[in-house]
Nanobody, 110 residues
Framework: QLVESGGGLVQPGGSLRLSCAASGFTFRYVAMKWYRQAPGKEREWVASIASTGGATSYADSVKGRFTISRDNDKNTVYLQMNSLKPDDTAVYYC?????WGQGTQVTVSL
């Protein structure tokens, strides 16, 4: 099971930190990913992190602004989002591809 939290309403240029708490599987052995889906658009990949946290990758649209990290002792993956833009407005999901969370809404607006 994956449960996201930390979404909300933020002004352009602001920051949010999303969390995804995992249970029911051996989290420390699994690579994790964040995806997002904006209204009327397809779900898109945002960031990935290897099981050990040693390797990360990002979509070009968020590179330099977002940081993915994980705490294997807490079975949690994070997405730190800085310099947020209105185009970042979406429902954000974490996944290990075997399962998906319910998503957390991020709205960037004045």
């Amino acid at each position: 099971q994956l449960v996201e939290s930390g979404g909300g309403l933020v002004q352009p240029g602001g920051s949010l930190r999303l969390s995804c708490a995992a249970s029911g599987f051996t989290f420390r052995y699994v690579a994790m990913k964040w995806y997002r889906q904006a209204p009327g658009k397809e779900r898109e990949w945002v960031a990935s992190i290897a099981s050990t946290g040693g390797a990360t990758s990002y979509a070009d649209s968020v590179k330099g602004r977002f940081t993915i990290s994980r705490d294997n002792d807490k079975n949690t993956v994070y997405l730190q989002m800085n310099s947020l833009k209105p185009d970042d407005t979406a429902v954000y999901y974490c996944t290990d591809f075997a399962s998906w969370g319910q998503g957390t809404q991020v709205t960037v607006s004045l």
